[in-house]
């Protein structure tokens, strides 16, 4: 969306949709359109963000090149941008402590799985958990992933600095840059409980899970009290 170029109103742009189903009613059609009308405004103001956060002053330079341990060994932090310059980090909560890995979690990676050769066509992706290397992989094996890229971070420097100061099995989800010979953070979600609004979970904006997006569209929506789980009963 080009900043010099004048947009019609989403109102008027609403009343040119042609498109009609079997049966529907006329009330149907003047609430749909309505609508329509804010999914517009919607589209355009996500759109307006994510040029704000493209335009963000380069964030801080990263402490220390961290060492983490992935699938073939001991890997530097930098070695995770390949031969991209921004890299995305996904910090799984599946520390030592917990018997099973967090479900919220497993369902975004799950979706993300799918498309993780997509998005590294683009840019570098990594999740990175506090267990070992080998409880992350089986799991990894377990759940039938095939392209997200898991890393433990053993001594847990990254995640004090990047995701919890106080070690905590917490999600986060930064994006890094390496641009003229420096590592620096470049954008954190950081919508959290003191900025959910009243009556919802915090979650950030646009929703990084695919799952929250399609029961939105529905009547059901997403519920007040339902969330995935990492096995259901057999229906």
């Not at 980090?89 to 369902?107: A, D, E, I, L, N």
């Amino acid at each position: 969306m080009s900043a010099n170029q004048p947009l019609k109103p989403a109102k008027e742009l609403a009343a040119s949709n042609a498109v009609r189903f079997p049966n529907e009613s006329a009330d149907y059609r003047r609430a749909r359109n309505a609508l329509l009308a804010e999914e517009i405004e919607l589209r355009r103001h996500i759109e307006r963000v994510a040029q704000q956060r493209r335009e963000l002053p380069p964030g801080g330079v990263l402490p220390k090149d961290y060492e983490l341990v992935g699938e073939h060994g001991p890997v530097k932090f930098s070695q995770l941008f390949g031969r991209h310059a921004s890299l995305a980090v996904y910090s799984y909560m599946f520390g030592p402590q917990r018997k099973q890995p967090c479900p919220m979690c497993t369902s975004l990676l799950s979706a993300w799985d799918g498309e993780a050769t997509d998005v590294m066509q683009r840019v570098a992706l990594a999740v990175v958990a506090r267990s070992p290397i080998e409880r992350l992989l089986a799991f990894k094996k377990e759940r039938g992933w095939r392209h997200l890229q898991l890393y433990s971070d053993v001594s847990g420097d990254y995640t004090r600095d990047y995701v919890s100061p106080d070690d905590a099995d917490v999600p986060a989800f930064n994006v890094f840059t390496r641009r003229d010979g420096s590592l620096r953070h470049f954008w954190s979600g950081e919508m959290f409980a003191a900025s959910a609004d009243p009556g919802q979970d915090p979650r950030g904006a646009p929703d990084l899970m695919p799952l929250w997006n399609i029961l939105d569209s529905t009547p059901e929506g997403r519920g007040k009290d339902w969330y995935p789980e990492l096995s259901y009963p057999a229906a």
